[in-house]
């Protein structure tokens, strides 16, 4: 079966970056513009890596993961920002409280958004 | 207030001088009778003299009157400040201020600031401090001595209120930087992605492949921009125990590897000179990297040709610090321009050659280490920059 991948991004450039790099790989990717939505989709299917923003309306980055992780605590979850002081802390409260994500620093072309995924989704095969 | 003691008026050939051991407070000073009238115009005098910004400037107060007549028998027993009041124009507009002071003879008595209150508001206040350290300075050292400490007081504030400003200014820039820095992160890589995306999808003989390249490069080089623009927005000491430590000679000698074309091709000596066993320096080696290559860089754009072509690598320790100079024989920067260069934008380069981010980056990859950088430059001569990077994590340069 296909893997299975969600962007959560507020940004339409952000989500058609991700869809357009990973168009021509056996992937199903959706890209949801808000953590509510992103909440809603992970809730309905299963994935097996989600891309995730962390400057977002309505649920931000942080709070979204929160709730992902107790709905599905292995998902490997790319937190994928361009370093916004103002979540530092909170993102570190967050691996104090083991909960595991990682991160992704923005801009990514298409080449390494393949390359990454690839091997994160064959490292979880 | 500061009390000079009494002041005696001595007649001497028809000239009445005023001196304590400091200054001659008066001379030419004729007095039959003291009227308020008489003290208002000796009072405007000395506010004329306030006002006198000369280069031989005097703390003391010169007072000519049109009579000179001998008097005996008048003392003015006044407590006296006299003090040079920093001016828009420059050191030393000297000033005084007379307080408290009776001045008695035949005739009326009138005190001075009741003279003085005739006038016009004489436009100038003593703060206390001020007076304080007047006070001290007096007491303490001789007129020269006095214009000294004085000339390096005033340089010492005009320096420190010029750092403040930079202060302020690189972090008002860091601040809108930053900002602009994040909003375009999104759109770039939007772009990066779209266009790699046609390139992906163009057959190898479409014409219009290399342009997508290109165009590709291009807003791979708004991404470099945009990520120097975030490293300087850093404007503040990462409080941090930098985990990794850098090796400097490894580091000048990749650096050194890197530009090894440029620097053969343009005929340039790279001189070394490092202390001996230089321990390995607490922080981030790319970022150090990023400092030196900057540096080291901008050396080799500063050599003109047919000049004298060298390059000076110093390094070694001072205390708690290793001490490194990247120092070149090229054209120097003019001395306006060096209060400048850490700007960020700032430039000397041809256009398309320099975005003028390389130094305000190299300074922020410093602050950051809890180091220092500074600049010495001679037109025509070369420049050095000279960068302290503390040696043990934690430790910091004190700026001040």
Not at chain 1, 83 to 106: G, M, P
Not at chain 2, 260 to 285: F, H, L, R, T, W
Request: proline share 3%.
């Amino acid at each position: 079966m296909n893997k299975r991948i969600l962007v959560i991004d507020d940004d339409e450039a952000i989500r058609k970056s991700f869809l357009l790099a990973l168009e021509d790989t056996s992937y199903r990717v959706d890209a949801v513009e808000s953590g509510e939505k992103g909440i809603e989709k992970v809730t309905d299917t299963g994935y097996d890596l989600v891309f995730l923003d962390l400057k977002m309306p309505g649920l931000n980055g942080v709070q979204t993961l929160k709730r992902l992780r107790e709905m599905d605590a292995k998902v490997p979850v790319y937190i994928v920002t361009a370093f916004h002081k103002e979540f530092f802390k909170d993102l570190k409260l967050l691996s104090e409280d083991d909960i595991a994500f990682d991160l992704l620093r923005k801009p990514i072309g298409s080449d390494e958004i393949v390359l990454l995924t690839e091997s994160i989704l064959r490292k979880e095969q | 207030m500061i009390e000079l003691g009494e002041i005696k008026l001595k007649n001497r050939d028809s000239v009445i001088e005023a001196r304590n051991k400091i200054h001659t407070l008066a001379r030419d000073l004729g007095f039959d009778s003291i009227t308020a009238a008489r003290l208002a115009s000796v009072s405007s005098e000395i506010m004329r003299k306030m006002s006198y910004t000369g280069k031989d400037s005097h703390p003391g107060i010169m007072i000519a009157l049109d009579q000179a007549k001998e008097t005996d028998g008048l003392a003015l027993k006044l407590k006296y400040v006299s003090s040079r009041l920093g001016s828009p124009g420059g050191l030393g507009v000297p000033a005084a201020l007379f307080d408290d002071v009776t001045i008695s003879g035949p005739g009326e008595s009138v005190t001075y600031i009741e003279a003085l209150k005739m006038l016009p508001d004489p436009g100038f206040r003593l703060t206390k401090d001020f007076l304080a350290r007047e006070r001290e300075l007096v007491g303490r050292l001789t007129r020269e001595e006095l214009y000294r400490e004085l000339a390096v007081s005033y340089e010492k504030l005009q320096s420190q209120s010029m750092q403040m400003v930079q202060t302020e200014k690189l972090r008002t820039l860091g601040t809108m930087a930053a900002g602009i820095a994040h909003e375009l992160n999104n759109p770039m890589m939007g772009i990066l992605n779209y266009v790699q995306y046609c390139r992906k999808h163009t057959a190898a003989d479409d014409r219009r492949g290399p342009v997508l390249t290109d165009a590709e490069k291009e807003i791979r080089r708004c991404i470099y921009i945009v990520d120097n623009l975030l490293t300087f927005s850093r404007t503040e000491k990462v409080d941090r125990k930098w985990q990794e430590r850098a090796n400097f000679a490894s580091i000048i000698d990749r650096i050194l590897r890197l530009l090894s074309y440029k620097i053969s091709a343009d005929q340039v000596s790279i001189i070394k000179k490092y202390a001996e066993n230089i321990p390995d320096i607490p922080g981030d080696e790319n970022k150090m990297e990023q400092v030196f290559l900057n540096l080291i860089k901008n050396a080799l754009d500063a050599l003109k040709p047919g000049d004298r072509k060298e390059i000076h690598l110093e390094a070694q320790t001072k205390g708690n610090f290793l001490a490194v100079t990247v120092a070149d024989t090229g054209s120097g920067i003019k001395p306006g321009d060096l209060t400048k260069i850490f700007d960020p934008f700032f430039t000397t380069k041809e256009a398309g050659m320099g975005t003028g981010l390389g130094l305000s980056v190299v300074s922020s990859i410093i602050r950051e280490h809890g180091g220092k950088i500074t600049c010495e430059s001679e037109p025509g001569q070369g420049t050095a920059f000279k960068v302290l990077l503390p040696l043990s994590s934690g430790e910091e340069v004190n700026l001040k």
